[in-house]
C-alpha cells in the first residue's frame, strides 16, 4: 500500500529520493490563461460562463445574499457552531500577538527611520470546495486578515449544485460568525481572476490568499504581480519523523488523516526503526480497511508522493525532513521538543504524542494556510505578517543631512550617478 524508500547508508542531498506530487504548475498556468483574460475582458457574464463549464451550475448573481448567509448561521448544527467559535477564539488569541508595531530608530541626532506597518487595503480569501468542505479555512483566512485591520475583505468558495448554486452552508455559517457579509460563489482559477481584475459587485483586491487546488495554485502564479498571493498551495503533506518510542497507532492514524484530503495528499514517515516502518505498514492496513474514505486514502498512500523513508538514525532523519520542508511536520521521538527545536524546514511542526496535525487544522490556534512542496525552506505560513506591509518613513533635519552628504555624494558618484548627489549637495551648499 504504501512504499518504503532505503536512505540507510546514502549522503548527499536526499531531495531527488524523497516522494513528491508530481504537478506542473507552469503548465496548467498556461491552461487557466484565457480564462484568466475572460474574466478581466467580460467579467460577470465570463464568471457565469465558466462556473456553469467547470461547477454545473448557472448562477443569476455571483454575490451570496446576506439573507442566506445569516440562514446558514441560523441553521447550523449547535456542535459544529460551538467549534468553531472556540476554533475562532484560539486562532484569534495567537494571531492578536502577531500584531507589529511601529517603531523609530533615532539614527544620528535630527535623522530618524521609522517602520511604519500598514495593512493591505482590501483582500480576496479563497476557501476550497470540492471532496470535502472547509469552514476552518475561513477561519483560518479571516482571523489574521482582520487582526492585522484590513479594511475590506471578501470570501469567495465554489459554488454547490446540492445547495442551490451556493457555497457549502457551512462555509457561509463560518463567514456569519466572523461578521463577513460579502461572499462569492466562485471557485477555482476564475476567481482568482476575479479578485484580480474586479468584476460587477466585487472590487478588485489587492492580495488574494488561500489554498486550492492546481488551477487556482497557477492562476496565482499567473496574477502574481497583478495581485499579491499568499503561496502558490500545492497538495496537502505531513512528514512524521518517528523512532522506537513512537506509537505505531498513532502514526498510522495520523498519515490516514492526511491522506482523507485528496488522492494526490502525501504521507511521509521516516525513521530509523525498521521494526516501526513494518507496525506502521500493518496498521494502515487495518485503518484504511475501516475508514470511510478508504479507496481515496488508499490511491494517496500507494502514489509516488507518499512513503516510508528508512535512514540512519535520527541526525540522518533531522537532515532528511529539513530537506523534505514538509507543510506539516510531526515528531514522535523521545525528547521530542529537543528534536523538535533542532528543525529549520517546516510549515508547522507539531511535538509529541498529544499534538497531532488534525489539532491544528482546527483548535490549536495555529494557522493551517502553510508552504507546501517544499516551500517551507523559504516561506512560512499564513499570519498577520501576510497582510502588512512595512514602510519606511524617513525624516532628517538639514544638519542631519549635512553631516552625511559627503557619504552620499561619494556612493552616487562612484554608481555613476551623480544626479543622485546634486540633489543632495542642492540642499547643503555642497556643491
Not at 549522503?11 to 490563461?33: F, I, K
Request: aromatic letters at 4%; proline letters at 5%; charged letters at 20%.
Amino acid at each position: 500500500m504504501i512504499s518504503r524508500i532505503d536512505l540507510r547508508g546514502t549522503q548527499g542531498d536526499p531531495r531527488q529520493a524523497l516522494p513528491r506530487a508530481e504537478l506542473d504548475v507552469a503548465a496548467a498556468a498556461e491552461r487557466v490563461r484565457p480564462l484568466c483574460e475572460d474574466v478581466r475582458h467580460r467579467g460577470v457574464e465570463a464568471l457565469v460562463e465558466l462556473t456553469e463549464r467547470f461547477d454545473g451550475v448557472r448562477l443569476t448573481d455571483i454575490r451570496v445574499p446576506k439573507d442566506a448567509i445569516e440562514a446558514a448561521l441560523d441553521g447550523l448544527d449547535p456542535a459544529v457552531r460551538a467549534a468553531l467559535e472556540e476554533s475562532i477564539r484560539r486562532a484569534r488569541a495567537v494571531h492578536r500577538d502577531q500584531r507589529r508595531t511601529d517603531h523609530t530608530t533615532r539614527v544620528v541626532p535630527g535623522g530618524t527611520v521609522t517602520e511604519k506597518w500598514i495593512p493591505v487595503d482590501r483582500v480576496g480569501l479563497y476557501v476550497p470546495g470540492g471532496r470535502a468542505v472547509y469552514p476552518s479555512s475561513v477561519v483560518m483566512n479571516v482571523v489574521p486578515a482582520q487582526e492585522a485591520g484590513v479594511r475590506s475583505l471578501a470570501v469567495t468558495s465554489p459554488p454547490q449544485s446540492a445547495f442551490g448554486g451556493l457555497p457549502h452552508p457551512t462555509i457561509l455559517a463560518a463567514c456569519a460568525l466572523l461578521g463577513v457579509d460579502e461572499v462569492y460563489a466562485v471557485g477555482g482559477a476564475q476567481a482568482v481572476a476575479m479578485f484580480a481584475y474586479g468584476a460587477g459587485p466585487c472590487e478588485r483586491a489587492d492580495m488574494v490568499t488561500g489554498p486550492g487546488n492546481i488551477w487556482v495554485a497557477a492562476a496565482k502564479r499567473l496574477l502574481k504581480g497583478v495581485i499579491g498571493i499568499d503561496a502558490e498551495a500545492g497538495p496537502t503533506e505531513i512528514a512524521i519523523l518517528a523512532d522506537a518510542t513512537a506509537n505505531p497507532d498513532y502514526v498510522a492514524a495520523d498519515l490516514v488523516s492526511q491522506a482523507e484530503h485528496d488522492v494526490v495528499a502525501a504521507s511521509v514517515l521516516v525513521t530509523p526503526d525498521e521494526a516501526l516502518a513494518e507496525a506502521v505498514t500493518d496498521r494502515l492496513a487495518a485503518r484504511v480497511a475501516a475508514t470511510k474514505h478508504g479507496d481515496r486514502v488508499r490511491e494517496a498512500l500507494s502514489g509516488p508522493q507518499s512513503g516510508i523513508v528508512l535512514v540512519d538514525d535520527l541526525d540522518h532523519g533531522l537532515a532528511v525532513v529539513n530537506a523534505y520542508a514538509a507543510e506539516h511536520l510531526e515528531v514522535m521521538t523521545a525528547d521530542a521538543a529537543a528534536w523538535a527545536a533542532r528543525v529549520r524546514n517546516a510549515g508547522a511542526i507539531f511535538v509529541g504524542d498529544f499534538s497531532p496535525v488534525s489539532l491544528g487544522d482546527y483548535a490549536a490556534g495555529s494557522n493551517h494556510v502553510l508552504p507546501t512542496g517544499g516551500c517551507a525552506c523559504h516561506s512560512g505560513g499564513l499570519s498577520v505578517q501576510t497582510f502588512l506591509r512595512g514602510v519606511h518613513v524617513v525624516e532628517y533635519d538639514r544638519e542631519a543631512l549635512t553631516d552625511v552628504a559627503h557619504h552620499v555624494i561619494a556612493l552616487a558618484n562612484a554608481e555613476d550617478l551623480p544626479a543622485h548627489g546634486e540633489a543632495v549637495a542642492a540642499r547643503t551648499d555642497q556643491a
